[in-house]
């Protein structure tokens, strides 16, 4: 098997797909729709157990508030929460954490990385931030954390609050900046503009972050490749730590589903796969020869000595991970879990001082190792090495089908201790990997 993976033959010539509804990007396995209400209790128990040692912890808060809604949006956001229920959503939060101190797996434990996403982080004041943030390390100190790290949406940064972001400790700062065209930005429901982008940038710069990130959308309504590579000129003009490029995709959750749909639309009105995974290979290939090296299928660093994604990786290793608010999810001792995905209910179960989880399911260890196999082979490759020693699997005897397949399409190959995508396998990594999935996965809904 090791002979025939060797050589990849030349690139294969693709067609164009149209882009329909449903999950594309896989962040977790078993896919979503497996996590039941019925198994919540594996998650109470596996937060009654004392910490596998060694085991890396993280912490997620969930910010849902923005001032608008993207058309493209599938997370929890709220755009109608006036300034007392922002108030009352931060105590509860800080209330769930509290309940999260006092159980065993934290055993004393400090979190290696700490994580604010969205909804827009940035969306709340200094005063806000500064006292959460307070309550928060009262409670599980980051003196230890190796990251912390902070999205935003450019338009509600000032320069005070940039300033307070960086003196909370925030060593990566992640801007959504999606795209340089104000016209796209507007037609995808954007808040910001263009001006917002490079004035929080200029700022973020002066205020020596460590790492400040871009994140950038391929195939956005209306996106030419004309205006994508201005895009990609301008994000290397801009110089950043690292650049984050996802492929758009249209989950059901989403404003342009519900006009597809009314519409009687199968296929979205954005650019189909094979014309995204170009735009993507062209950024990467640009990047590239600013001095960048491709780190993943979604990013590129310009110094890998010391721009690291702590988040993920460990993640993607098995790391704990305690997920606060609304719809966050959790990982605790091999347990998911998810909190409750609408304000009402996470809201009630807080102030009764119950942890407000929804649903929870404890995979099978061969379903953990497909986990970690899933998230790591979009890095691009994966080690034979790991998955023998932590799982006792040869990944070319358990997987020879797939990997055979990828190879005769040059997809993949193999290296000594590596099993790796090529550039066209890696632009194309969230489809691939699902054939790594067990049979009863791999045709069911994901979310």
Known sequence: MSAAIAQPPARPVAVDTDTTAGNYFVSNYPPFSFWKPERVGDAEAALDRPPAPGTPLGLYLHIPFCRKRCHFCYFKVYTDKDSTAIKAYLDLALRELRLYAARPFIGGRKP????????????????????????????????????????????????????????????????????????????????????????????????????????????????????????????????????????????????????????????????????????????????????????????????????????????????DLVGLGVASFSHVGGTHFQNQHDFEPYVALLRENRLPLYRALTPSNEERMIRELVLQFKLGHVSRGYFQQKFGVDLLQRFTEPLRTWSSLGLAHSNGDAVAFTREGLLQADRLVRELFLPEHRNARYA
Not at 168 to 185: A, Q, Y
Not at 195 to 212: G, H, S, T, V, W
Not at 219 to 229: H, I, K, L, P, S
């Open 112 to 319: 290696q990385f700490v994580y604010f996403g969205g909804g827009t982080p940035s969306y709340l004041s200094e005063a806000q931030l500064e006292h959460l943030t307070d309550e928060m390390k009262a409670l599980l100190p980051w003196d230890a954390a190796e990251e912390v790290t902070f999205e935003c949406e450019p338009g509600t940064l000032s320069d005070h609050k940039l300033k307070t972001i960086r003196d909370l400790g925030v060593t990566r700062l992640s801007l959504g900046v999606e795209n340089f065209n104000d016209h796209i930005l507007d037609i995808n429901g954007r808040a910001h503009r263009s001006k917002e982008i490079r004035r929080a940038y200029y700022f973020a710069r002066e205020l020596d972050f460590p790492q400040i990130n871009i994140d950038l959308i391929a195939g956005m309504v209306e996106e030419t490749e004309a205006n994508w590579r201005e895009c990609v000129r301008q994000t290397i003009e801009l110089a950043p730590d690292s650049v984050t490029i996802y492929q758009m995709e249209i989950p059901f959750n989403t404003h342009i589903y519900q006009e597809m749909k009314a519409a009687g639309r199968l296929v979205a009105p954005v650019a189909g796969w094979q014309t995204k995974r170009a735009w993507v290979d062209y950024a990467f290939a640009e990047l590239e020869n600013a001095g960048y090296c491709v780190a993943s299928a979604y990013t590129a660093v310009r110094d890998p000595a010391r721009t690291r994604f702590v988040y993920r990786d460990s993640l993607w290793q098995g790391a």
